[in-house]
């Protein structure tokens, strides 16, 4: 919902801070950041998503870029969960070498992709994914 409602709130977040120009302090972006690493290096699902609706929110840039500056801090969550549960015996090896591969080609094909879609239909297509997951996962 963040992600589809993104202008708005942004818009919204604009007039209550009472600025023309269309700049919200980047410094109000760390805490959700924050707290969205957390959950992402813990269950990781969705995290993406989340992380690219807050950039959003918070830093005015394109989505192609800020897709980008997703990606980095995706790849920090997770090599810092990844160094937590390398050392728990709590990893299933088999399964998180094909999950590797997955994302690094997902990563790969993913970034090339996002430079080419416009930013309105990536971002409605993150969010059309996004409702048909959930429901999927609702509904088992």
Excluded: C, H, M
């Excluded at 919204?12 to 919200?24: S, V, Y």
């Excluded at 800020?66 to 549960?85: D, E, I």
């Excluded at 430079?115 to 993150?126: C, K």
């Amino acid at each position: 919902a963040l992600l589809a409602f993104q202008d708005t709130l942004r818009s919204w977040l604009q007039r209550r801070q009472g600025d023309k120009k269309g700049n919200i302090p980047e410094i109000w972006a760390v805490l959700p950041i924050a707290l969205a690493s957390i959950y992402g290096g813990y269950f990781g699902a969705g995290l993406g998503v989340i992380e690219l609706a807050i950039l959003g929110l918070f830093l005015k840039d394109n989505l192609t870029r800020l897709n980008a500056l997703k990606q980095l801090l995706s790849l920090v969550v997770n090599v810092a969960a990844s160094w937590f549960f390398l050392f728990s015996n709590q990893v299933y090896w088999s399964a998180a070498i094909v999950v590797a591969i997955g994302s690094l080609i997902g990563g790969l094909l993913g970034g090339k992709l996002a430079r080419i879609i416009s930013p309105s239909y990536l971002r409605w297509t993150v969010v059309i994914l996004s409702i048909i997951t959930a429901t999927v996962y609702f509904l088992r």
